[in-house]
């Protein structure tokens, strides 16, 4: 079947995203594994993973999870086909920091009818995170403010095609309900790379996180931005603890540094009442 000849169904309204350990992405966790002939098993998993961070018990991460207010941007993370199962992914961390997180499945000759209700509510405007070598000029945008002035009531919703640079490739091609979007092409020149935990075919490869992270922080959420940034290297410091059977500093810098941005969210709410 032609991508193009999938029918589209009329989008229902949208449901708002939950946060927690229960939020969009461990929700479409559940439910590949529950649509999987045969259990995922991943690297590492003999001892048994914490459900709330993925990760074993005694690197659990859940108590230091960051609890922030809402942000003025939502992400939209259309995942492939296993990437929510992964340990190593990092959308996950992106729905533990931004409340408005809603997480779909992709497939080729399917579109989930929630992704079109989303995309189509009209408090949000979408922008699909690719980069823009790889579209028509006309939709390409650099920053937010030229969409925003022409709809300044609504609040910016990222698309992040969560996948290897393949698969995110393939998803934006045969994704025909994405082509009347605008693009926002990110050119961080001056940010490096702290990704980790996979290897990229790309030497100038952001994992999700750090793509959301830029994109939080044009949106003017810097805070939530920094705090992402902070959650993703707390996270890849216990992972790869596991993973090197190296021991855990769990009062390093980058834990430090979580610590902080946390507080400081809790002094403003005091200062605030």
């Given at each position: 079947?032609?991508?193009?000849?999938?029918?589209?169904?009329?989008?229902?309204?949208?449901?708002?995203?939950?946060?927690?350990?229960?939020?969009?992405?461990?929700?479409?966790?559940?439910?590949?594994?529950?649509?999987?002939?045969?259990?995922?098993?991943?690297?590492?998993?003999?001892?048994?993973?914490?459900?709330?961070?993925?990760?074993?018990?005694?690197?659990?991460?859940?108590?230091?999870?960051?609890?922030?207010?809402?942000?003025?941007?939502?992400?939209?993370?259309?995942?492939?086909?296993?990437?929510?199962?992964?340990?190593?992914?990092?959308?996950?961390?992106?729905?533990?920091?931004?409340?408005?997180?809603?997480?779909?499945?992709?497939?080729?000759?399917?579109?989930?009818?929630?992704?079109?209700?989303?995309?189509?509510?009209?408090?949000?405007?979408?922008?699909?995170?690719?980069?823009?070598?790889?579209?028509?000029?006309?939709?390409?945008?650099?920053?937010?403010?030229?969409?925003?002035?022409?709809?300044?009531?609504?609040?910016?919703?990222?698309?992040?095609?969560?996948?290897?640079?393949?698969?995110?490739?393939?998803?934006?091609?045969?994704?025909?309900?994405?082509?009347?979007?605008?693009?926002?092409?990110?050119?961080?020149?001056?940010?490096?790379?702290?990704?980790r935990l996979r290897r990229?075919?790309?030497?100038?490869?952001?994992?999700?996180?750090?793509?959301?992270?830029?994109?939080?922080?044009?949106?003017?959420?810097?805070?939530?931005?920094?705090?992402?940034?902070?959650?993703?290297?707390?996270?890849?410091?216990?992972?790869?603890?596991?993973?090197?059977?190296?021991?855990?500093?769990?009062?390093?810098?980058?834990?430090?540094?979580?610590?902080?941005?946390?507080?400081?969210?809790?002094?403003?709410?005091?200062?605030a009442r």
């Open positions: 079947m032609c991508t193009h000849d999938v029918p589209l169904p009329s989008p229902p309204s949208p449901l708002p995203p939950e946060p927690g350990p229960g939020h969009a992405v461990a929700r479409l966790r559940t439910a590949r594994l529950a649509a999987s002939a045969k259990p995922f098993v991943a690297r590492g998993s003999g001892g048994g993973r914490c459900a709330g961070c993925r990760l074993i018990a005694s690197h659990c991460l859940c108590a230091s999870r960051p609890q922030l207010p809402r942000t003025r941007a939502g992400v939209c993370l259309v995942m492939g086909d296993i990437e929510a199962l992964k340990p190593s992914n990092t959308g996950w961390l992106v729905a533990d920091v931004v409340a408005d997180t809603w997480a779909f499945g992709w497939s080729r000759t399917a579109v989930d009818p929630g992704l079109l209700a989303l995309l189509a509510d009209p408090q949000w405007q979408p922008y699909v995170v690719f980069p823009g070598e790889f579209v028509s000029p006309e939709r390409v945008v650099t920053d937010l403010n030229a969409v925003e002035d022409l709809a300044p009531r609504k609040r910016p919703l990222f698309v992040l095609l969560d996948g290897t640079w393949s698969e995110a490739r393939k998803m934006f091609r045969k994704s025909p309900y994405l082509d009347h979007l605008p693009v926002l092409s990110l050119h961080p020149e001056q940010v490096v790379s702290n990704y990229s075919a790309r030497e100038s490869h952001f994992c999700t996180s750090e793509v959301a992270a830029l994109c939080l922080a044009l949106a003017g959420d810097s805070h939530a931005a920094d705090t992402l940034a902070a959650w993703l290297d707390v996270f890849t410091a216990h992972y790869l603890s596991v993973k090197r059977w190296a021991p855990l500093d769990r009062a390093s810098e980058a834990h430090q540094r979580l610590q902080a941005l946390v507080a400081s969210v809790g002094s403003f709410d005091a200062g």
